[in-house]
Protein backbone atom coordinates (compact mmCIF):
# COMPACT_ATOMS: atom_id res chain seq x y z
CA UNK A 1 0.00 0.00 0.00
CA UNK A 2 0.82 3.46 -1.06
CA UNK A 3 1.89 5.68 2.04
CA UNK A 4 3.92 8.80 0.69
CA UNK A 5 3.12 11.58 -1.85
CA UNK A 6 4.98 11.17 -5.58
CA UNK A 7 7.05 14.11 -6.61
CA UNK A 8 8.05 14.36 -9.80
CA UNK A 9 10.05 17.57 -9.95
CA UNK A 10 10.10 19.62 -14.10
CA UNK A 11 12.60 17.82 -15.95
CA UNK A 12 15.33 19.81 -18.44
CA UNK A 13 14.81 19.30 -21.97
CA UNK A 14 16.82 16.72 -23.53
CA UNK A 15 20.21 18.35 -24.81
CA UNK A 16 19.92 18.37 -28.47
CA UNK A 17 23.44 16.60 -30.31
CA UNK A 18 25.54 18.41 -33.11
CA UNK A 19 26.17 15.67 -34.95
CA UNK A 20 28.80 17.24 -36.02
CA UNK A 21 31.78 15.71 -38.02
CA UNK A 22 34.27 13.64 -35.87
CA UNK A 23 31.64 13.51 -33.07
CA UNK A 24 30.86 10.17 -31.29
CA UNK A 25 27.07 10.78 -31.97
CA UNK A 26 27.93 10.96 -35.89
CA UNK A 27 29.49 7.58 -35.76
CA UNK A 28 26.43 5.81 -34.00
CA UNK A 29 24.17 7.10 -36.20
CA UNK A 30 25.48 6.35 -39.18
CA UNK A 31 26.76 2.71 -37.95
CA UNK A 32 22.70 2.29 -37.09
CA UNK A 33 21.81 3.59 -40.60
CA UNK A 34 23.65 0.79 -41.93
CA UNK A 35 22.41 -1.78 -39.73
CA UNK A 36 18.68 -0.91 -40.80
CA UNK A 37 19.95 -0.90 -44.12
CA UNK A 38 21.38 -4.24 -44.64
CA UNK A 39 18.19 -6.16 -42.93
CA UNK A 40 14.58 -6.53 -44.37
CA UNK A 41 12.28 -5.75 -41.38
CA UNK A 42 9.70 -7.88 -41.07
CA UNK A 43 6.93 -5.67 -38.73
CA UNK A 44 4.16 -7.07 -37.07
CA UNK A 45 1.41 -5.59 -35.08
CA UNK A 46 1.22 -5.58 -31.90
CA UNK A 47 -2.12 -6.81 -30.34
CA UNK A 48 -2.72 -7.78 -26.26
CA UNK A 49 0.69 -8.38 -26.19
CA UNK A 50 1.17 -10.76 -29.65
CA UNK A 51 2.58 -10.22 -32.61
CA UNK A 52 0.46 -10.54 -35.14
CA UNK A 53 1.16 -11.49 -39.02
CA UNK A 54 -1.14 -11.55 -41.26
CA UNK A 55 0.96 -12.32 -44.73
CA UNK A 56 -0.53 -9.50 -46.35
CA UNK A 57 2.34 -7.58 -46.62
CA UNK A 58 3.48 -3.61 -47.44
CA UNK A 59 6.75 -2.36 -48.35
CA UNK A 60 8.65 0.12 -46.73
CA UNK A 61 11.06 1.99 -48.60
CA UNK A 62 12.85 5.36 -47.94
CA UNK A 63 11.30 8.05 -49.75
CA UNK A 64 14.58 9.54 -50.84
CA UNK A 65 15.54 6.20 -51.91
CA UNK A 66 12.80 4.49 -53.74
CA UNK A 67 14.55 1.27 -55.07
CA UNK A 68 15.40 0.05 -51.70
CA UNK A 69 13.55 -1.98 -49.74
CA UNK A 70 13.79 -1.26 -45.70
CA UNK A 71 11.15 -4.36 -44.66
CA UNK A 72 7.06 -4.48 -44.87
CA UNK A 73 4.64 -4.72 -42.34
CA UNK A 74 1.29 -6.91 -41.98
CA UNK A 75 -1.78 -5.06 -42.85
CA UNK A 76 -4.48 -5.75 -40.50
CA UNK A 77 -8.75 -5.87 -41.02
CA UNK A 78 -11.76 -5.13 -39.44
CA UNK A 79 -11.25 -8.68 -37.51
CA UNK A 80 -7.65 -7.10 -36.06
CA UNK A 81 -8.86 -3.74 -34.95
CA UNK A 82 -11.61 -5.59 -32.95
CA UNK A 83 -9.18 -7.87 -31.83
CA UNK A 84 -7.57 -4.56 -30.52
CA UNK A 85 -10.74 -3.13 -28.38
CA UNK A 86 -11.02 -6.36 -27.11
CA UNK A 87 -7.08 -6.98 -25.88
CA UNK A 88 -7.41 -3.33 -24.45
CA UNK A 89 -10.95 -3.40 -22.60
CA UNK A 90 -9.22 -7.02 -21.20
CA UNK A 91 -6.25 -4.77 -19.72
CA UNK A 92 -8.58 -1.70 -18.56
CA UNK A 93 -9.40 -2.77 -15.32
CA UNK A 94 -5.89 -3.87 -13.84
CA UNK A 95 -3.83 -0.67 -15.74
CA UNK A 96 -6.42 2.03 -14.18
CA UNK A 97 -5.75 0.42 -10.91
CA UNK A 98 -2.10 0.81 -10.98
CA UNK A 99 -0.43 2.57 -8.63
CA UNK A 100 0.50 6.14 -10.41
CA UNK A 101 4.11 5.93 -9.30
CA UNK A 102 4.21 2.47 -10.90
CA UNK A 103 2.41 3.38 -14.02
CA UNK A 104 5.02 6.74 -14.25
CA UNK A 105 7.94 4.64 -13.97
CA UNK A 106 7.03 2.68 -17.45
CA UNK A 107 7.23 6.10 -19.27
CA UNK A 108 9.92 7.52 -17.45
CA UNK A 109 12.39 4.51 -18.22
CA UNK A 110 11.28 4.42 -21.42
CA UNK A 111 12.51 7.98 -22.05
CA UNK A 112 15.92 7.14 -20.83
CA UNK A 113 15.89 4.17 -23.15
CA UNK A 114 15.29 6.58 -26.06
CA UNK A 115 17.85 8.94 -24.62
CA UNK A 116 20.58 6.40 -24.28
CA UNK A 117 20.32 2.86 -25.95
CA UNK A 118 18.00 3.32 -28.51
CA UNK A 119 18.82 6.63 -29.87
CA UNK A 120 20.09 5.87 -32.88
CA UNK A 121 17.57 3.23 -33.64
CA UNK A 122 14.94 5.73 -33.34
CA UNK A 123 16.30 8.21 -35.17
CA UNK A 124 17.83 6.08 -37.89
CA UNK A 125 14.52 4.80 -38.35
CA UNK A 126 12.63 8.01 -38.88
CA UNK A 127 15.76 9.16 -41.41
CA UNK A 128 14.91 6.47 -43.87
CA UNK A 129 11.42 5.89 -43.14
CA UNK A 130 10.50 9.84 -43.04
CA UNK A 131 13.39 11.67 -45.49
CA UNK A 132 14.60 13.32 -42.85
CA UNK A 133 17.79 14.74 -41.89
CA UNK A 134 20.18 14.11 -39.14
CA UNK A 135 18.83 17.42 -37.08
CA UNK A 136 15.09 17.28 -38.12
CA UNK A 137 15.36 13.29 -36.99
CA UNK A 138 17.34 13.93 -33.79
CA UNK A 139 14.99 17.17 -32.36
CA UNK A 140 12.10 15.02 -33.06
CA UNK A 141 12.25 11.38 -32.41
CA UNK A 142 15.13 11.57 -29.84
CA UNK A 143 14.66 15.01 -28.08
CA UNK A 144 10.94 15.93 -28.47
CA UNK A 145 9.73 12.58 -27.80
CA UNK A 146 11.61 12.04 -24.42
CA UNK A 147 10.43 15.59 -23.67
CA UNK A 148 7.01 14.62 -23.97
CA UNK A 149 7.78 11.22 -21.78
CA UNK A 150 8.88 13.29 -18.99
CA UNK A 151 7.16 16.48 -19.28
CA UNK A 152 3.64 14.33 -19.32
CA UNK A 153 4.87 12.67 -15.90
CA UNK A 154 5.66 15.54 -13.84
CA UNK A 155 2.51 17.61 -15.59
CA UNK A 156 -0.03 14.66 -14.59
CA UNK A 157 1.80 14.46 -11.28
CA UNK A 158 0.71 18.07 -10.68
CA UNK A 159 -2.51 17.45 -11.73
CA UNK A 160 -3.42 14.72 -9.58
CA UNK A 161 -2.02 17.00 -6.18
CA UNK A 162 -5.10 19.27 -7.36
CA UNK A 163 -7.28 19.38 -4.88
CA UNK A 164 -10.59 20.87 -3.51
CA UNK A 165 -10.61 22.93 -0.22
CA UNK A 166 -12.23 21.06 3.01
CA UNK A 167 -14.80 22.93 5.52
CA UNK A 168 -14.66 22.13 9.33
CA UNK A 169 -16.27 18.44 9.70
CA UNK A 170 -15.59 17.51 6.13
CA UNK A 171 -13.32 16.23 3.95
CA UNK A 172 -13.01 16.90 -0.12
CA UNK A 173 -10.76 14.87 -2.62
CA UNK A 174 -10.83 14.42 -6.09
CA UNK A 175 -9.99 11.28 -8.35
CA UNK A 176 -8.58 11.78 -11.47
CA UNK A 177 -10.08 8.56 -13.46
CA UNK A 178 -9.34 7.31 -16.73
CA UNK A 179 -12.09 7.22 -19.32
CA UNK A 180 -14.68 4.50 -19.49
CA UNK A 181 -13.94 2.99 -22.57
CA UNK A 182 -10.58 3.19 -24.85
CA UNK A 183 -8.92 5.51 -27.03
CA UNK A 184 -8.11 5.96 -30.54
CA UNK A 185 -4.78 7.49 -31.25
CA UNK A 186 -4.30 8.32 -34.90
CA UNK A 187 -0.89 9.94 -35.91
CA UNK A 188 0.79 11.12 -39.06
CA UNK A 189 3.93 10.86 -40.70
CA UNK A 190 5.72 13.77 -40.25
CA UNK A 191 7.05 13.23 -36.18
CA UNK A 192 7.68 10.34 -34.29
CA UNK A 193 7.56 11.95 -31.49
CA UNK A 194 3.65 13.21 -32.21
CA UNK A 195 3.45 9.45 -33.23
CA UNK A 196 4.58 8.53 -29.44
CA UNK A 197 2.99 11.26 -27.88
CA UNK A 198 -0.70 10.83 -28.52
CA UNK A 199 -1.36 7.26 -27.88
CA UNK A 200 1.28 7.22 -24.52
CA UNK A 201 -0.57 10.91 -23.24
CA UNK A 202 -3.76 9.04 -23.06
CA UNK A 203 -2.29 5.49 -21.72
CA UNK A 204 0.09 8.13 -18.94
CA UNK A 205 -3.61 9.10 -17.77
CA UNK A 206 -4.84 5.56 -16.95
CA UNK A 207 -6.62 4.46 -20.23
CA UNK A 208 -6.14 2.11 -23.08
CA UNK A 209 -5.47 2.79 -26.29
CA UNK A 210 -5.93 1.65 -29.96
CA UNK A 211 -3.05 3.18 -31.92
CA UNK A 212 -3.34 3.34 -35.51
CA UNK A 213 0.01 5.40 -36.92
CA UNK A 214 0.29 6.82 -40.62
CA UNK A 215 1.39 4.00 -42.94
CA UNK A 216 4.49 6.05 -43.74
CA UNK A 217 5.49 6.25 -39.90
CA UNK A 218 5.13 2.21 -39.58
CA UNK A 219 9.42 1.98 -39.51
CA UNK A 220 9.48 4.34 -36.46
CA UNK A 221 6.72 3.85 -35.02
CA UNK A 222 7.78 -0.09 -34.03
CA UNK A 223 10.85 0.89 -32.89
CA UNK A 224 9.04 2.78 -30.41
CA UNK A 225 6.56 -0.06 -29.28
CA UNK A 226 9.20 -1.78 -28.82
CA UNK A 227 10.64 0.51 -26.62
CA UNK A 228 7.60 1.07 -24.64
CA UNK A 229 7.31 -3.07 -24.17
CA UNK A 230 10.87 -3.23 -23.28
CA UNK A 231 10.45 -0.26 -20.38
CA UNK A 232 7.39 -2.77 -18.87
CA UNK A 233 4.69 -1.35 -20.66
CA UNK A 234 1.75 -4.19 -19.59
CA UNK A 235 0.05 -6.47 -22.99
CA UNK A 236 -3.40 -4.63 -24.01
CA UNK A 237 -2.33 -1.02 -22.76
CA UNK A 238 -1.57 -0.06 -26.14
CA UNK A 239 -2.38 -2.04 -29.21
CA UNK A 240 -0.81 -0.85 -32.34
CA UNK A 241 -2.43 -1.92 -35.53
CA UNK A 242 -2.23 -1.15 -39.48
CA UNK A 243 -5.72 -0.92 -41.25
CA UNK A 244 -6.75 1.62 -43.70
CA UNK A 245 -8.21 4.44 -41.96
CA UNK A 246 -12.12 4.23 -42.89
CA UNK A 247 -11.78 0.47 -41.57
CA UNK A 248 -10.62 1.37 -38.64
CA UNK A 249 -13.33 4.17 -38.33
CA UNK A 250 -16.33 1.88 -38.91
CA UNK A 251 -15.27 -0.74 -36.33
CA UNK A 252 -13.94 2.11 -33.64
CA UNK A 253 -16.69 4.62 -33.95
CA UNK A 254 -19.12 1.84 -33.94
CA UNK A 255 -18.24 0.39 -30.74
CA UNK A 256 -20.16 1.13 -27.08
CA UNK A 257 -17.15 1.67 -25.35
CA UNK A 258 -14.97 4.43 -27.63
CA UNK A 259 -13.98 7.07 -24.81
CA UNK A 260 -12.11 9.11 -27.59
CA UNK A 261 -9.91 10.24 -30.14
CA UNK A 262 -6.24 11.60 -30.13
CA UNK A 263 -5.74 12.77 -33.72
CA UNK A 264 -3.38 14.61 -35.79
CA UNK A 265 -4.07 15.07 -39.71
CA UNK A 266 -6.00 16.53 -42.24
CA UNK A 267 -8.76 18.89 -41.40
CA UNK A 268 -11.08 17.04 -44.11
CA UNK A 269 -10.28 13.61 -42.04
CA UNK A 270 -10.64 14.67 -38.40
CA UNK A 271 -14.11 16.78 -39.66
CA UNK A 272 -15.34 13.22 -41.27
CA UNK A 273 -14.58 12.26 -37.86
CA UNK A 274 -16.09 14.39 -35.76
CA UNK A 275 -19.52 13.81 -37.63
CA UNK A 276 -19.51 10.20 -37.49
CA UNK A 277 -18.94 10.60 -33.69
CA UNK A 278 -21.75 12.80 -33.42
CA UNK A 279 -24.09 10.61 -35.65
CA UNK A 280 -22.99 7.65 -33.23
CA UNK A 281 -23.39 9.49 -30.42
CA UNK A 282 -26.47 7.39 -28.56
CA UNK A 283 -23.99 4.40 -29.00
CA UNK A 284 -21.77 5.07 -26.40
CA UNK A 285 -21.60 4.56 -22.92
CA UNK A 286 -19.78 7.95 -22.39
CA UNK A 287 -19.48 11.27 -24.33
CA UNK A 288 -16.57 10.55 -26.35
CA UNK A 289 -13.51 13.65 -25.82
CA UNK A 290 -12.54 14.28 -29.19
CA UNK A 291 -8.82 15.81 -29.53
CA UNK A 292 -7.30 17.01 -32.79
CA UNK A 293 -4.52 19.14 -34.63
CA UNK A 294 -5.21 19.10 -38.05
CA UNK A 295 -3.96 21.37 -40.58
CA UNK A 296 -2.12 24.84 -40.81
CA UNK A 297 -1.30 27.78 -43.18
CA UNK A 298 1.17 29.22 -41.41
CA UNK A 299 2.41 32.95 -42.42
CA UNK A 300 5.22 35.11 -41.56
CA UNK A 301 4.39 38.96 -41.55
CA UNK A 302 7.38 41.01 -41.92
CA UNK A 303 7.30 44.93 -40.66
CA UNK A 304 8.85 47.68 -42.58
CA UNK A 305 11.20 47.38 -39.45
CA UNK A 306 12.10 43.87 -39.79
CA UNK A 307 16.02 42.94 -40.14
CA UNK A 308 16.63 41.80 -43.42
CA UNK A 309 19.00 38.47 -42.09
CA UNK A 310 16.43 37.95 -39.66
CA UNK A 311 13.42 37.88 -42.01
CA UNK A 312 15.49 36.12 -44.72
CA UNK A 313 16.58 33.00 -41.84
CA UNK A 314 13.15 33.07 -40.55
CA UNK A 315 11.42 32.15 -44.10
CA UNK A 316 14.16 29.23 -44.96
CA UNK A 317 14.20 27.55 -42.10
CA UNK A 318 10.20 27.83 -41.10
CA UNK A 319 9.48 27.26 -44.81
CA UNK A 320 12.09 24.20 -45.97
CA UNK A 321 13.14 22.33 -42.96
CA UNK A 322 11.74 18.99 -43.12
CA UNK A 323 10.72 19.85 -46.66
CA UNK A 324 7.86 21.92 -45.71
CA UNK A 325 6.59 18.94 -44.10
CA UNK A 326 5.46 20.47 -40.82
CA UNK A 327 1.91 21.55 -39.88
CA UNK A 328 3.75 24.58 -38.21
CA UNK A 329 5.96 25.15 -41.81
CA UNK A 330 5.96 28.63 -43.18
CA UNK A 331 4.12 28.39 -46.69
CA UNK A 332 2.22 31.97 -47.05
CA UNK A 333 4.63 35.56 -46.48
CA UNK A 334 3.87 39.17 -46.28
CA UNK A 335 6.94 40.97 -47.12
CA UNK A 336 7.07 45.31 -46.96
CA UNK A 337 7.84 46.88 -50.15
CA UNK A 338 10.76 48.57 -48.93
CA UNK A 339 12.35 45.17 -47.79
CA UNK A 340 11.02 42.93 -50.88
CA UNK A 341 13.76 43.28 -53.29
CA UNK A 342 16.55 42.66 -50.22
CA UNK A 343 14.46 39.66 -48.86
CA UNK A 344 14.25 37.89 -52.23
CA UNK A 345 17.54 38.34 -53.11
CA UNK A 346 19.35 36.96 -49.95
CA UNK A 347 16.77 34.12 -49.56
CA UNK A 348 17.16 33.10 -52.96
CA UNK A 349 21.25 33.03 -52.38
CA UNK A 350 20.32 30.92 -49.27
CA UNK A 351 18.12 28.55 -51.69
CA UNK A 352 21.09 28.07 -53.94
CA UNK A 353 23.29 26.66 -50.80
CA UNK A 354 21.13 24.02 -49.64
CA UNK A 355 22.05 20.65 -50.84
CA UNK A 356 19.24 17.90 -51.68
CA UNK A 357 19.64 14.16 -51.14
CA UNK A 358 19.34 11.66 -49.52
CA UNK A 359 19.44 11.38 -45.65
CA UNK A 360 22.32 9.38 -45.31
CA UNK A 361 24.68 12.03 -46.65
CA UNK A 362 25.16 14.39 -43.41
CA UNK A 363 26.00 17.25 -46.15
CA UNK A 364 21.91 17.40 -47.20
CA UNK A 365 20.26 19.69 -45.65
CA UNK A 366 16.99 18.58 -47.94
CA UNK A 367 15.48 15.36 -48.19
CA UNK A 368 12.69 14.05 -49.76
CA UNK A 369 8.92 14.71 -49.63
CA UNK A 370 6.99 11.49 -47.74
CA UNK A 371 5.39 9.52 -51.47
CA UNK A 372 4.58 9.86 -54.13
CA UNK A 373 0.77 11.03 -53.67
CA UNK A 374 2.03 13.93 -51.52
CA UNK A 375 5.15 14.30 -54.61
CA UNK A 376 2.50 14.73 -56.76
CA UNK A 377 -0.18 17.21 -55.79
CA UNK A 378 3.28 19.32 -54.93
CA UNK A 379 4.58 19.58 -58.24
CA UNK A 380 0.35 20.30 -59.64
CA UNK A 381 0.50 23.43 -57.50
CA UNK A 382 4.20 24.23 -58.85
CA UNK A 383 2.78 23.22 -62.25
CA UNK A 384 -0.19 25.61 -61.96
CA UNK A 385 1.74 28.19 -60.79
CA UNK A 386 4.42 28.54 -63.78
CA UNK A 387 1.18 29.21 -65.73
CA UNK A 388 -0.82 31.29 -64.24
CA UNK A 389 -0.01 35.19 -64.63
CA UNK A 390 -0.58 36.43 -61.30
CA UNK A 391 2.35 34.38 -59.74
CA UNK A 392 6.16 33.93 -60.46
CA UNK A 393 8.81 31.09 -59.52
CA UNK A 394 11.36 33.08 -57.93
CA UNK A 395 13.50 30.45 -57.01
CA UNK A 396 13.04 26.21 -57.47
CA UNK A 397 9.79 25.05 -59.42
CA UNK A 398 12.03 21.67 -60.35
CA UNK A 399 10.86 18.13 -59.28
CA UNK A 400 11.92 14.69 -60.14
CA UNK A 401 10.78 10.97 -58.57
CA UNK A 402 13.17 8.77 -60.59
CA UNK A 403 14.72 7.59 -57.66
CA UNK A 404 13.04 9.35 -54.94
CA UNK A 405 10.65 12.05 -54.45
CA UNK A 406 12.56 15.23 -54.25
CA UNK A 407 11.30 18.75 -55.07
CA UNK A 408 13.49 21.81 -54.86
CA UNK A 409 12.74 24.35 -52.07
CA UNK A 410 10.15 26.26 -54.48
CA UNK A 411 9.23 30.10 -54.00
CA UNK A 412 6.46 31.83 -55.82
CA UNK A 413 5.75 35.86 -55.58
CA UNK A 414 2.10 36.58 -56.68
CA UNK A 415 0.53 39.48 -56.65
CA UNK A 416 -3.01 38.58 -55.47
CA UNK A 417 -2.97 38.08 -51.94
CA UNK A 418 -6.03 35.36 -52.67
CA UNK A 419 -4.07 33.29 -55.03
CA UNK A 420 -4.72 29.77 -54.08
CA UNK A 421 -1.27 28.77 -52.36
CA UNK A 422 -1.92 32.00 -50.21
CA UNK A 423 -4.99 30.02 -48.82
CA UNK A 424 -4.79 26.25 -49.33
CA UNK A 425 -2.78 23.89 -47.34
CA UNK A 426 0.13 21.94 -49.48
CA UNK A 427 2.26 20.16 -46.84
CA UNK A 428 5.56 20.91 -48.96
CA UNK A 429 8.70 23.00 -49.88
CA UNK A 430 6.74 26.08 -50.96
CA UNK A 431 6.69 29.06 -50.02
CA UNK A 432 4.10 32.35 -51.32
CA UNK A 433 5.14 35.57 -51.01
CA UNK A 434 3.26 38.61 -51.23
CA UNK A 435 4.42 42.12 -51.10
CA UNK A 436 2.09 44.67 -49.63
CA UNK A 437 2.49 48.34 -49.58
CA UNK A 438 4.99 48.88 -46.63
CA UNK A 439 2.76 52.11 -45.33
CA UNK A 440 -0.39 49.79 -45.32
CA UNK A 441 0.81 46.97 -41.97
CA UNK A 442 -2.69 47.29 -40.08
CA UNK A 443 -4.34 46.81 -43.40
CA UNK A 444 -2.30 43.97 -44.11
CA UNK A 445 -2.43 42.66 -40.77
CA UNK A 446 -6.17 41.92 -41.14
CA UNK A 447 -5.36 40.43 -44.41
CA UNK A 448 -3.38 37.90 -42.60
CA UNK A 449 -6.17 37.34 -40.59
CA UNK A 450 -8.80 36.57 -43.06
CA UNK A 451 -7.15 35.07 -45.71
CA UNK A 452 -6.74 31.29 -44.35
CA UNK A 453 -9.64 29.24 -42.47
CA UNK A 454 -6.44 27.62 -40.42
CA UNK A 455 -4.78 29.61 -37.43
CA UNK A 456 -2.31 27.10 -36.50
CA UNK A 457 1.26 29.07 -36.55
CA UNK A 458 2.36 32.46 -37.81
CA UNK A 459 4.92 35.35 -36.30
CA UNK A 460 5.98 38.70 -37.00
CA UNK A 461 9.53 40.34 -37.82
CA UNK A 462 10.16 43.46 -36.81
CA UNK A 463 12.48 45.90 -34.69
CA UNK A 464 9.34 48.35 -34.19
CA UNK A 465 7.62 47.26 -30.63
CA UNK A 466 4.11 49.47 -31.81
CA UNK A 467 4.54 46.82 -34.65
CA UNK A 468 4.97 43.93 -33.14
CA UNK A 469 2.52 44.66 -29.94
CA UNK A 470 -0.26 45.67 -32.59
CA UNK A 471 0.17 42.37 -34.47
CA UNK A 472 0.17 40.49 -31.39
CA UNK A 473 -2.96 41.49 -30.22
CA UNK A 474 -4.79 41.89 -33.68
CA UNK A 475 -4.14 38.34 -34.45
CA UNK A 476 -4.82 37.06 -31.39
CA UNK A 477 -7.43 34.06 -33.28
CA UNK A 478 -5.13 33.47 -36.14
CA UNK A 479 -2.50 31.45 -34.62
CA UNK A 480 -2.40 29.14 -31.55
CA UNK A 481 1.64 29.55 -31.40
CA UNK A 482 2.50 33.01 -32.38
CA UNK A 483 6.45 33.94 -32.70
CA UNK A 484 8.20 37.18 -32.20
CA UNK A 485 11.15 37.59 -34.27
CA UNK A 486 11.07 34.33 -35.15
CA UNK A 487 10.35 31.26 -37.72
CA UNK A 488 6.79 29.88 -36.78
CA UNK A 489 7.97 26.07 -36.28
CA UNK A 490 10.08 24.48 -33.12
CA UNK A 491 7.75 24.43 -30.53
CA UNK A 492 9.23 22.41 -27.98
CA UNK A 493 7.80 20.42 -24.91
CA UNK A 494 7.15 22.98 -21.17
CA UNK A 495 8.27 25.99 -23.60
CA UNK A 496 5.93 26.31 -25.68
CA UNK A 497 2.68 23.84 -25.63
CA UNK A 498 1.66 23.49 -29.30
CA UNK A 499 -1.71 23.41 -30.97
CA UNK A 500 -4.25 25.65 -32.69
CA UNK A 501 -7.93 26.43 -33.39
CA UNK A 502 -10.24 27.46 -36.21
CA UNK A 503 -9.65 24.53 -38.86
CA UNK A 504 -6.55 23.94 -37.10
CA UNK A 505 -7.78 21.83 -34.51
CA UNK A 506 -8.64 21.85 -30.70
CA UNK A 507 -6.21 23.26 -29.47
CA UNK A 508 -5.76 21.03 -27.21
CA UNK A 509 -1.92 21.77 -26.22
CA UNK A 510 0.02 18.76 -26.15
CA UNK A 511 3.18 19.04 -24.07
CA UNK A 512 1.11 20.97 -20.95
CA UNK A 513 -1.34 20.21 -18.65
CA UNK A 514 -4.12 21.21 -21.07
CA UNK A 515 -3.54 17.88 -23.29
CA UNK A 516 -3.68 15.28 -20.28
CA UNK A 517 -6.83 17.05 -18.73
CA UNK A 518 -8.65 15.66 -21.77
CA UNK A 519 -7.82 12.06 -20.93
CA UNK A 520 -8.94 12.31 -17.56
CA UNK A 521 -12.69 12.08 -15.60
CA UNK A 522 -13.23 14.04 -12.12
CA UNK A 523 -14.90 11.99 -9.70
CA UNK A 524 -15.42 14.42 -6.45
CA UNK A 525 -15.62 12.71 -3.11
CA UNK A 526 -16.87 14.53 0.30
CA UNK A 527 -16.28 12.34 3.87
CA UNK A 528 -18.50 13.78 6.32
CA UNK A 529 -17.06 12.87 10.07
CA UNK A 530 -20.27 13.68 12.10
CA UNK A 531 -23.27 13.11 10.09
CA UNK A 532 -26.82 15.19 10.84
CA UNK A 533 -29.05 13.08 12.72
CA UNK A 534 -31.66 15.70 12.17
CA UNK A 535 -33.44 17.31 9.17
CA UNK A 536 -34.51 20.16 11.30
CA UNK A 537 -32.46 23.36 10.96
CA UNK A 538 -31.97 26.57 13.95
CA UNK A 539 -34.15 28.72 11.48
CA UNK A 540 -37.17 26.41 12.12
CA UNK A 541 -37.10 26.80 16.21
CA UNK A 542 -39.56 29.86 16.94
CA UNK A 543 -37.60 31.36 20.18
Known amino acids: MNTGYFEYAAPANEPVLSYAPGSPERAALKKQLAAFKAEVADIPMYIGGNEIRTGNTVDLRPPHEISHKLGHFHMGDASHVKDAIAAALAAREKWAAMDWESRAGIFLRAADLLATKYRYHINAATMLGQSKNPYQAEIDSACELIDFLRFNVHFLSQIYRQQPISSPGVHNRVEYRPLE ?22 AMCGN ?3 WK ?71 YKTYPRIVGETGGKDFVLVHKSADVDVATIALARGAFEYQGQKCSAASRAYIPSNLADQIKSKLVAELNTMKMGSTEDFSNFINAVIDERSFDKIAKYIDNAKKDASATILAGGNYDKATGYFIEPTVIVTTD ?32 DSTSEYALTGSIIAQDRYAVELATHKLVNSAGNFYINDKPTGAVVGQQPFGGARASGTNDKAGSMLNLYRWLSARSIKETFVPATDYRYPFLNEA
Not at 225 to 252: F, H, Q, R, S
Not at 422 to 437: A, K, N
Open 417 to 448: PQYVTMREEIFGPVLTIYVYDAEQFEETIKLV
Open 208 to 210: VVV
Open 181 to 202: GFVLAVTPFNFTAIAGNLPTSA
Open 213 to 283: PANTQVFAAQVFMKVMIEAGLPAGVINLVYANGPVIGDVCFADPHFAGIHFTGSTGVFQTMWKTIGENIHK
